[in-house]
């Protein structure tokens, strides 16, 4: 089963920008062609918040479009999440995802997770 380390959490203020980094223990494109990220903030139902594909095809919540953006490094097996324009109510524990078991833009389309990365956005 392919492991995922995320890093890059952090406090920032409203309006800053984050990158969370996430690495895979596998190839991404091929043995993890489907990776994604998830968030979970306390009291709230969990939310996936982009996917990308291995040709590249990506997928965002409405709450992120227009101000995250997905990304994947195939030679490093990497997959990145560049977060601007942060506000308050993305505050959560981010985590990586892989192994995508269902097509639903929910969090139960993936079933291996990485360990989260805090984000704080405070106002």
């Known amino acids: 089963q392919v492991q995922l380390v995320e890093s890059g959490g952090g406090s920032v203020q409203a309006g800053g920008s984050l990158r969370l980094s996430c690495a895979a223990s596998?190839?991404?494109?091929?043995?993890?062609?489907?990776m994604g990220w998830v968030r979970q903030a306390p009291g709230a139902d969990c939310e996936l918040v982009s996917t990308?594909?291995?040709?590249?095809?990506?997928y965002y919540a409405d709450s992120v479009k227009g101000r995250f953006t997905i990304s994947q490094d195939i030679a490093k097996n990497a997959v990145y999440l560049q977060m601007n324009s942060l506000k308050p109510e993305d505050t959560a524990l981010y985590y990586c995802?892989?192994?995508?078991?269902?097509?639903?833009?929910?969090?139960?389309?993936?079933?291996?997770w990485g360990q989260g990365a805090q984000v704080t956005v405070s106002s």
């Open positions: 990308i594909n291995g040709d590249g095809t990506t």
């Open positions: 596998a190839p991404i494109s091929f043995d993890v062609p489907d």
């Open positions: 995802t892989s192994d995508r078991v269902a097509n639903v833009p929910t969090c139960g389309a993936f079933a291996v």
